[in-house]
C-alpha cells in the first residue's frame, strides 16, 4: 500500500484526538484522546520504518528497525503514563465526585 | 644603584601621603609636619645622590621598567621611569624647592587642628608625588599620570578652605579649565598612539621624523592646549588669579614654583616633535608673548598682594613659552628654574606679610620695613632677581630667552623687553607699597605686627641665596666662556634641538644692557613714585580697564559659561523632564499595560492551554510550509 494512506490516517487520528482533547469536559475521554495522538504517531512510525526497510534491504538489511524499537518505548511510556493518569483521576473522583476537568482550576485562585 | 634609587624618590612622598592621609585623626601635628617635611627631604638628598651618580655614570638616559601598566592587544604601556639631565634639573627644583614650602607650612598652617593639618601635609606630599610621577615618567601615559594627579592636588589645595564657597568656587574653575587643557593632551596621546603605535618617548621621537608635518604640527598643537591649561597660558590663564583663594606656601609651590611649569617641561621634553612643527612652535611664542603682555598689564593694576603675584607667575610662564617657542629651550628651562627661586620666594614672603598682617590689600600695608626685616631683605632680592637687574638670577634666564627672540624676530625681542619692563614697574609698585612709605592698616594693640618664626624665615633666606646666586649657572658665552653650566649639562637631551640662531657678542650685549638699564630705571622710577604717593585712588580710564582684567573673567562668562549654563538648564528642565522621563516612563506603561493584557491568557482551564498549543503548532506549521520555500 503506497505511504500516503498511512500518513492520511494517521492525520485523521491525530486530529481526532486533539479535538477530543479540546472539546471534551470528561477526564476520561480526553485520556483516550491523548493515547489515541500517541498511536498515530505509533502508526506513523511503523510505517515509515517499513517504507525504509523495503528501500534498503538489499544493502542494509537491519534499515529501519530503530522506528520499530521507538514504537514499544513509546507504548511502555504510554502505559506507565496511563497508569499514572488513573491514579489520578480516581484521586479527582474521590475528592470531587466528578471527572470533569473544568473543575481542577482551583490554582488559579 | 641607581635603579634602585630611582623609584624611591616619588616612592617618598607617596607613603607620606599615605600615612598622612589614613591617620591623621590620630598623629599629632608636629609628627604628621614632621613626616611630610622629612619624606620629601629624602627625595631631595635621594635626587642629590643621582644627580651625582649619574654625572659619573655617562649621559645616556636611565629607563628604568617596573611593570605593564597597560597591556591590551597590540597597545603596550609599561609604567616605568626614565631620567635623564633634564629630569634631574626638575627633580631637584621640585624637591628642593618642595621641600622648604613643606618646612615653611610646617609654621605658616600651625592654627589648624591636626586633622586638618595631616590632611593639608597629606596632599602636599600627593602633590609631590605626582610632579615626580610627571616629571620622571617613561612614556606620555605616565607623564599624563602625574600631570593629571597635580591637577587634583591643584583642586584639593585650592579648596583647602572648603567651607568658603568662593574658594570652593575657585578650586573647581582650576579643576575644569585644566580639564580643557587635559583634553587636548588626551587627543594627542590617541593621535601619538596610532601614529606612533608606541607613547614612549624614545620611540615616539626616533619615528617621528617620518610622519606627515601636518600630523606632527596637530599634535603638538593638541598638546600645547595642554600646556596652556596646566601652564595658565591664554586662552586658559584665568583659573590661576583664582587658585591664591588656596594657601599661600600652595600658591607658592604648585601655582608658581612647580606644577604650573609642566607645560614648559611638557613641550622641552616633546622638543623633538616640536622641531618638526615650525607653525606650532611659532603658536608658542605668539601665545608665550601674548600671554606675557596680557598678564603683566593686568598686574600693573591689582591691589591684592598675591594677585599681583598670580599675573607675575602667568607672565613669567609666559617668557618661558616664548623661550621655547624661539628654540631656546635651555633658556626655558633655565627660566623655570630661576623662576622657581625667586617666585617660590616672593610668594612665601608675601605669605609672611599676610602671616604677620592678616590682610592681602597692598592699600592697607606700608612701611613694613621696619617690623620685617628679614622678609623685607628677601622680598627686595627676589624683587631684583624678577626684575632683571645683573646680577641676580632673572637677568640671566631672561635675557638668555630675550635674545634667542631677537635672533628669530627683532619685534618678539621688542614686545618682550615691554613685558619686561611691566615686570619691573609692578613688582617694584607692590614692594613699595608694600614695605616702603607709611602704614596705613590699623595697628591691632593685642596683635603687634612681628616678624615670622624662624621656621619661616630660614627658607626665606635659603630661597633669597638661591634667587641670588642661582644665575651663576647659566653665564652667557659673551661674559665666560663655557659659563652656560646649565646648558652644557642639558645639551645632551637637547642634542637633536635645532640651536637657537647665534646672535652676535655685541648685539647680546647691547641688549643686555639696553633691558638692564631701561629695568632699572623701570623700578626705580617705581619705587620713587609709589613710597611717596601710594596707589590708592579708584582707577580710571585704561586703569580701570587693567583693575579689571580686561574684562576677560566676564567674557569668559557671556560666552562660555552662561550658554554652558542656559544649556544645561534646558538639557535639565526641559528635555530631560518632558522628553527623556516621558519615554522611560511611557516604556514602563507599556509593558505594566502589556502584561495585564497578556495575564488573561492564564485562566486555568485546561483546555484554552491545549487550544492555544494547537494554534501555536499549527502555525509553526504554517511557517515551514509557506516561508520555508
Known amino acids: ?109 | 644603584m641607581l635603579n634602585t634609587l630611582i623609584p624611591l624618590v616619588p616612592l617618598l612622598p607617596l607613603i607620606g601621603f599615605l600615612v598622612n592621609g589614613l591617620f591623621r585623626q590620630s598623629l599629632p601635628k608636629s609628627l604628621s609636619g614632621l613626616i611630610g617635611c622629612l619624606s620629601v627631604l629624602a627625595s631631595f638628598v635621594l635626587s642629590l645622590l643621582i644627580f651625582q651618580e649619574f654625572g659619573t655614570a655617562g649621559s645616556e638616559a636611565i629607563t628604568v621598567r617596573l611593570f605593564d601598566f597597560l597591556s591590551v592587544g597590540s597597545v603596550n604601556v609599561p609604567f616605568g621611569f626614565q631620567v635623564d639631565q633634564l629630569t634631574i634639573v626638575f627633580l631637584l627644583i621640585i624637591t628642593g624647592v618642595g621641600f622648604l614650602i613643606h618646612w615653611y607650612s610646617f609654621a605658616y598652617m600651625h592654627d589648624e587642628n591636626p586633622a586638618q593639618f595631616a590632611r593639608y601635609f597629606s596632599f602636599l606630599n600627593l602633590f609631590v608625588f605626582s610632579m615626580l610621577l610627571l616629571v620622571m615618567g617613561s612614556n606620555y601615559l605616565i607623564l599624563f599620570a602625574g600631570w593629571e594627579g597635580v591637577g587634583l592636588c591643584s583642586y584639593l589645595l585650592i579648596g583647602y578652605w572648603f567651607e568658603k564657597t568662593e574658594y570652593a568656587q575657585a578650586a573647581k574653575k582650576a579643576f575644569v579649565m585644566n580639564r580643557i587643557g587635559d583634553l587636548g593632551f588626551l587627543i594627542a596621546l590617541f593621535w601619538m598612539q596610532a601614529r606612533f603605535g608606541s607613547l614612549s618617548f624614545g620611540t615616539v621621537f626616533a619615528k617621528a621624523s617620518g610622519i606627515p608635518t601636518l600630523a606632527i604640527t596637530g599634535i603638538c598643537l593638541l598638546l600645547l592646549l595642554g600646556a596652556t591649561g596646566k601652564s595658565a597660558q591664554i586662552p586658559l590663564y584665568t583659573w590661576l588669579p583664582d587658585a591664591m583663594a588656596g594657601p599661600t606656601p600652595v600658591s607658592a609651590l604648585i601655582h608658581a614654583a612647580t606644577m604650573v611649569t609642566a607645560g614648559v617641561y611638557l613641550i622641552a621634553r616633546s622638543h623633538a616633535l616640536f622641531d618638526l612643527a615650525p607653525v606650532a612652535q611659532t603658536m608658542v611664542a605668539i601665545i608665550g608673548l601674548a600671554t606675557t603682555l596680557l598678564a603683566a598689564s593686568i598686574a600693573l593694576k591689582q591691589n591684592d598682594i598675591k594677585k599681583v603675584l598670580a599675573y607675575s607667575t602667568i607672565s613669567q610662564l609666559g617668557y618661558m613659552f616664548l623661550g621655547l617657542g624661539v628654540g631656546a629651550y635651555t633658556g626655558a628651562v633655565f627660566h623655570v628654574m630661576t623662576h622657581a627661586f625667586f617666585k617660590a620666594l616672593l610668594f612665601l614672603g608675601a605669605g609672611s606679610v599676610i602671616h604677620a598682617l592678616q590682610e592681602q590689600d597692598m592699600r592697607r600695608m606700608g612701611g613694613l620695613r621696619k617690623w620685617l626685616p628679614v622678609t623685607h631683605i628677601t622680598f627686595l632680592l627676589a624683587c631684583l632677581a624678577i626684575a632683571g637687574i645683573p646680577p641676580f638670577s632673572g637677568f640671566f634666564s631672561k635675557d638668555e630667552i630675550l635674545s634667542a627672540a631677537y635672533a628669530r624676530n627683532p619685534l618678539y625681542y621688542v614686545l618682550g623687553l615691554a613685558g619686561s619692563l611691566m615686570t619691573a614697574f609692578y613688582m617694584f609698585r607692590l614692594y613699595a607699597m608694600t614695605f616702603l612709605g607709611q602704614f596705613r592698616g590699623e595697628a591691632h594693640p593685642q596683635h603687634p605686627i612681628q616678624e615670622s618664626p624662624p621656621a619661616m624665615t630660614v627658607p626665606l633666606i635659603i630661597l633669597a641665596v638661591l634667587a641670588v646666586t642661582g644665575g651663576f649657572l647659566g653665564i652667557p658665552a659673551v661674559f665666560v666662556t663655557d659659563g652656560h653650566l646649565l646648558g652644557r649639562y642639558l645639551a645632551p637631551v637637547l642634542a637633536g634641538a635645532r640651536p637657537p640662531v647665534e646672535v652676535p657678542a655685541s648685539t647680546e650685549l647691547m641688549l643686555m644692557g639696553l633691558s638692564a638699564g631701561l629695568a632699572l630705571a623701570t623700578l626705580i622710577w617705581a619705587t620713587s613714585r609709589f613710597s611717596r604717593k601710594p596707589d590708592l585712588r579708584e582707577p580710571r580710564g585704561l586703569g580701570r580697564l587693567l583693575a579689571n582684567k580686561w574684562w576677560i573673567d566676564e567674557l569668559y562668562n557671556t560666552l562660555v559659561t552662561r550658554p554652558l549654563n542656559a544649556l544645561a538648564r534646558f538639557m535639565n528642565d526641559i528635555l530631560e523632564k518632558s522628553v527623556i522621563d516621558w519615554l522611560i516612563n511611557g516604556i514602563g506603561r507599556l509593558v505594566l499595560y502589556g502584561s495585564r493584557q497578556i495575564r488573561l491568557l492564564q485562566s486555568g482551564q485546561v483546555g484554552g492551554y491545549v487550544l492555544l498549543m494547537v494554534v501555536g503548532l499549527v502555525i509553526l506549521f504554517l511557517i515551514q510550509l509557506f516561508l520555508k520555500k
Open chain 1, 1 to 109: 500500500m503506497p505511504i500516503n494512506y498511512y500518513i492520511f490516517l494517521a492525520i485523521a487520528l491525530f486530529c481526532i484526538g486533539v479535538a477530543g482533547v479540546l472539546t471534551r469536559r470528561n477526564a476520561i475521554i480526553i485520556f483516550m484522546c491523548v493515547e489515541l495522538m500517541l498511536n498515530a504517531v505509533n502508526l506513523l512510525l511503523v510505517a515509515f520504518s517499513k517504507m525504509h526497510h523495503e528501500a534498503l534491504a538489499a544493502t542494509n538489511p537491519q534499515a529501519g528497525i530503530d522506528g520499530q524499537i521507538f514504537v514499544f518505548f513509546i507504548m511502555v511510556v504510554a502505559a506507565a503514563e496511563v497508569s499514572v493518569g488513573l491514579a489520578i483521576i480516581v484521586m479527582l473522583h474521590r475528592n470531587t465526585h466528578s471527572v470533569d476537568v473544568n473543575f481542577l482550576n482551583r490554582l488559579k485562585h
